[in-house]
């Protein structure tokens, strides 16, 4: 083998590509062995003198084939006709740049690079798929159209129904029949179930507006069941709040007298909505350390004024019945630093507040202002 480095260039132009990769092979060989040689004589553990000493190696540990290539030229001129960088600091970084030079990254596959056949099938598949989701999509809009124009037909069709119904709920009392779906349970009598109604069931409707909040508040329902033994009415499903004697006016007026029955129970919510209506506006008007407290029903009401004293009201559907006064705290005018300011808290204080907040209470509002500026409290 001719070596590459004794001849010309000229000599080496003459060369042909086999034998021109053939000497660059070996070049490289010889130039590994070069730098592993070298790296361990810079690092103190080859040949060198261990002291990091970059001396060039003996000429006997890199010949090869019989060719000493130390003997004609220096290190850095192999690293020359290499055209490559000598090692750094940082080797294992330029050996990995190096490697990673020579890998060649094979280009991802494409559809075009199949058969004929098979790049038409992958093709005809793409295009089917872009018309699917074309289709897909012209149907949503079709369908939310169609739900759009369906919506707005129901709702011109209804909103006079509606208006209608609305204007008997205005009364505050209303009955509708009631469909019930297990009437129709057998598969084999399907017939009419959304048209016809199950006379076994009477619905009940009970409207109450807020003074307060000014608007209806959310309706309560009593569902009748007819109990086709006596043909006599049950309450079957409601929403009447427990605080309300539902089982005993049931028992009094339900299969009495059905009209009686349901305004006895309006009259129990427009109550307890008139007392909240009321006790929440004088509430509202308190201002901080007095506060109001109540239970569900407004039946029980406890005024803290001021930290001064507490004013416990027990109350009916429409009367204030008893009013009781607890001191919160001992008063003495004659020995204190404020007992000129304190009223006087004794039976007749007590009498005072009692007679005055008795009564209606659709007038308790005005009485209790009165209350608190005759005796001082406000």
């Known amino acids: 083998m001719i070596e590459i480095s004794s001849i010309s260039e000229t000599e080496l132009s003459r060369l042909s590509i086999p034998e021109l990769e053939k000497q660059k092979q070996e070049l490289l060989n010889r130039l590994k062995q070069v730098k592993s040689i070298h790296h361990l004589n810079v690092n103190g553990n080859g040949n060198g003198n261990g002291n990091g000493d970059k001396t060039p190696p003996p000429t006997d540990n890199i010949q090869q084939n019989g060719n000493d290539i130390t003997?004609?030229?220096?290190?850095?001129?192999?690293?020359?006709?290499?055209?490559?960088?000598?090692?750094k600091k940082d080797y294992a970084k330029r050996r990995r740049d190096l490697?990673?030079?020579?890998i060649i990254?094979?280009?991802?596959?494409?559809?075009?690079?199949?058969?004929?056949?098979?790049?038409?099938?992958?093709?005809?598949?793409?295009?089917?798929?872009?018309r699917e989701l074309e289709n897909d999509s012209k149907k949503k809009k079709l369908n939310d159209e169609i739900e759009k124009n369906d919506y707005l037909k129901i709702t011109n069709d209804l909103n006079p129904k509606i208006q209608f119904e609305n204007i008997f709920r205005l009364g505050g009392l209303t009955a509708f029949p009631v469909n019930d779906p297990t009437r129709y349970s057998n598969k084999q009598d399907t017939t009419n179930t959304n048209?016809?109604?199950?006379?076994r069931f009477l619905g009940l409707r009970f409207d109450i507006f807020s003074r307060y909040e000014s608007k209806f508040l959310i309706p309560h329902y009593i569902i009748l069941k007819k109990i086709e033994k006596n043909d006599s009415w049950s309450i079957f499903k409601t929403t009447i709040p427990k605080y309300i004697p539902l089982s005993k006016i049931s028992n009094d007026y339900l299969n009495n007298d059905l009209t009686k029955f349901v305004s006895i129970i309006r009259k129990n919510l427009i109550s307890i909505e008139f007392k909240?209506?009321?006790?929440?506006k004088l509430k509202d008007k308190l201002v901080s350390p007095s506060s109001l407290e109540h239970d569900l029903d407004f039946t029980k009401i406890k005024i803290n004024l001021k930290d001064l004293l507490q004013i416990v009201i027990i109350?009916?559907?429409?009367k204030i019945e008893s009013v009781v006064t607890i001191p919160l705290r001992i008063y003495d005018n004659e020995i204190g630093g404020n007992g000129e300011d304190d009223p006087i808290i004794n039976e007749d204080f007590k009498q005072k507040i009692s007679i005055s907040l008795r009564g209606?209470?659709?007038?308790?509002?005005?009485?209790?202002?009165n209350m608190i500026n005759e005796l001082g409290l406000h």
């Open 71 to 87: 003997s004609k030229y220096d290190i850095n001129d192999i690293w020359k006709k290499a055209n490559v960088t000598p090692p």
């Open 99 to 102: 490697i990673l030079d020579d």
């Open 105 to 130: 990254i094979p280009e991802a596959a494409h559809h075009e690079f199949f058969d004929t056949l098979i790049n038409n099938r992958i093709q005809e598949k793409l295009i089917d798929y872009d």
């Open 195 to 199: 048209t016809e109604y199950d006379d």
């Open 276 to 280: 909240k209506n009321i006790f929440s």
């Open 315 to 318: 109350c009916s559907l429409n």
């Open 360 to 369: 209606s209470i659709s007038e308790f509002e005005d009485r209790f202002e």
